[in-house]
């Protein structure tokens, strides 16, 4: 499970798809789902090939191409020589696919011109193709450990913008560091004597209730200076609550079932039920925070 969603299109008319805005279509659609777009297009089946892999999604192809034949296109896909297990959707308006051999995860999609647009046809089996390939994707098990990754990857990313930075002449973090020392100080000298009195209570129930996650904390702080000395906007307060806060609630919740047999996780405490609704707002607010990352990198 991953967060990008990769398409591979092979089609001679391919530019008709492109002019019509219907490549653009599927965009949207899979970015309404919450979901990284990428859809790699092409005229020629020697391209089609030197592109594919087992990265990809979704694989679409007109069964009917100029130089090849779509039975040599799905024997070479599941062939070894590439070994692509990916979803396939195979259309055509010229002939009866009735007859074809069918193969586990592949498609066919005959249209009829006289009853509608072909391009039109293609492109609603493509998205609803697409929503069931989503909905094997979000089992909610699966979704949180795409998450747990994907938030994981932008902390991997913050720690080498700030340790980019702090090589960086013109950013200047001497007061910051005063200040985060400062605190460290008075916080491990605060923590000592709560685990001290916890000590001397006996009492090793509370001191299982104190989140001590300091870590996090002053990557914002840190991050939030970078950002204020290259005067770009400040994200860090949102990046804290909608990345790590929310990482933290996901990771401590409880996986549960209603009355229906539906899964979901749930943080107790908060209330919070972290089900496919909310999901899809964390996969999108990750996607806008490896965004500003990205860009933060540029000019740090």
């Known amino acids: 499970m991953k967060l990008e969603y990769k398409i591979l299109w092979l089609d001679d008319q391919i530019q008709g798809f492109i002019d019509d805005e219907m490549i653009q279509e599927v965009e949207e659609y899979l970015v309404e789902q919450g979901f990284q777009p990428k859809i790699i297009t092409t005229s020629k089946s020697d391209d089609f090939f030197k592109a594919l892999d087992d990265s990809f999604d979704l694989l679409l192809t007109d069964y009917h191409l100029n130089d090849i034949n779509g039975d040599e296109v799905i024997k ?3 062939s070894q020589e590439y070994s692509v297990l990916s979803e ?3 259309y055509t308006a010229k002939a009866d696919l009735k007859d074809t051999d069918k193969i586990n995860r592949v498609s066919f999609l005959e249209t009829n011109t006289l ?16 929503g069931l390939t989503l909905k094997k994707f979000q089992n909610i098990i699966a979704m949180r450990g795409m998450i747990m990754h994907e938030t994981s990857s932008l902390d991997v990313e913050m ?3 700030i340790k980019k930075a702090l090589k960086n002449n013109n950013l200047n973090f001497e007061e910051l560091s ?3 020392y400062d605190q460290l ?3 491990f000298t605060q923590k000592a004597e709560f685990v001290q009195e916890c000590k001397r209570k006996m009492n090793f129930n509370q001191l299982t209730k104190d989140n001590f996650v300091y870590s996090a904390k002053y990557k914002i ?21 909608e990345i790590n806060s929310i990482r ?6 409880i996986l549960e079932k209603d009355g229906n047999g539906r899964k979901f996780f749930k943080h107790k405490e908060e209330g919070i039920d972290f089900n496919e609704s909310l999901c899809k707002v964390i996969r999108e607010n990750i996607i806008k925070h490896k965004s500003n990352l990205d860009e933060l990198k540029e000019r740090v």
Do not use: P
């Not at 933290?248 to 919740?253: G, I, L």
């Open 76 to 78: 070479k896909i599941r």
């Open 115 to 130: 009853l509608g647009d072909h391009r039109e046809l293609v492109l609603k089996a493509t998205i609803n193709l697409i």
């Open 159 to 161: 720690i080498e913008i």
């Open 88 to 90: 396939v959707l195979f």
């Open 178 to 180: 005063v200040s985060i």
């Open 185 to 187: 100080i008075e916080l």
């Open 248 to 253: 933290n609630k996901f990771a401590h919740a």
């Open 221 to 241: 702080l840190t991050l939030s200076k970078i950002l204020e000395d290259l005067k770009m906007t400040d994200f860090s307060n949102e990046y804290d609550s």
